[in-house]
Structure formats: structure tokens, C-alpha cells
């Protein structure tokens, strides 16, 4: 019951922080790349975190480091979990290890501040 408060609670703060800045940038053109493997703890434990972060209408690519080695090398990802944030494409902030809800909304807000 306290993870399904939680979830709704991370999903309406995550919407209002930022519905405020999408005059600059649109949700469409922002996608987290988030890099993980099934064999990886930390991973597993972010899970809820970053499906509230989907749910709440953001983008979210996952990427299996040991299928998809092309994106891994591209990205330059050295461990997991890695959480790459992209704006139309660009590279515009990342996250190595797990994290807080608190670091994700700094990425995203790095991400607002960009202009068109």
C-alpha cells in the first residue's frame, strides 16, 4: 500500500514540475535512455522509480546493456544502472548508479532549461 501511495505521489509531483516549462521544450522531445541489465541489483531497485516516471507521461527508453552493446558504446556507458537524458536527440544531462527522485528532477529540469 505505501509503494502505490508513493507511485501516485511521484507521478502527480512529477507532472506539475514541469508542466510549468514546457513552453521551452516539449515532453516529445525529451527521452530518458535508461541503461540497465537483469543480472544488476541496483537496477532492480530503481525499477519502481523510473515505471512512476513513465507512468507520470515521460519517455522512457530501457536498454538491456548486454543485447543492445552498440547503444551501450555510443552512449559511452561504463556501468549500470546509467540513465542518459536526451533532448531532441542531444545529450543534455546523465545519471550514473541509483538515484533519487531529487536527482531525477534536477535532470529534468536541465533539460526545461534549454530553449527551442
Request: proline share 2%; charged share 20%.
Amino acid at each position: 500500500m505505501k509503494s502505490i501511495l508513493l507511485c501516485i505521489i511521484l507521478c502527480c509531483s512529477f507532472t506539475a514540475t514541469f508542466a510549468q516549462s514546457t513552453n521551452r521544450v516539449s515532453v516529445k522531445d525529451v527521452v530518458l535512455l535508461d541503461f540497465r541489465a537483469s543480472w544488476c541489483g541496483y537496477c532492480q531497485r530503481m525499477v519502481p522509480l523510473i515505471k512512476s516516471i513513465s507512468n507520470a507521461g515521460w519517455t522512457v527508453r530501457h536498454i538491456n546493456v548486454d543485447a543492445e552493446r552498440n547503444l551501450v558504446r555510443q552512449f559511452g556507458v561504463r556501468g549500470v544502472p546509467c540513465y542518459v537524458l536526451l533532448v531532441k536527440g542531444k545529450e543534455v544531462g546523465r545519471i550514473n548508479g541509483s538515484a533519487s527522485y531529487y536527482d531525477f528532477q534536477k535532470l529534468y529540469a536541465k533539460a526545461y532549461s534549454i530553449r527551442r
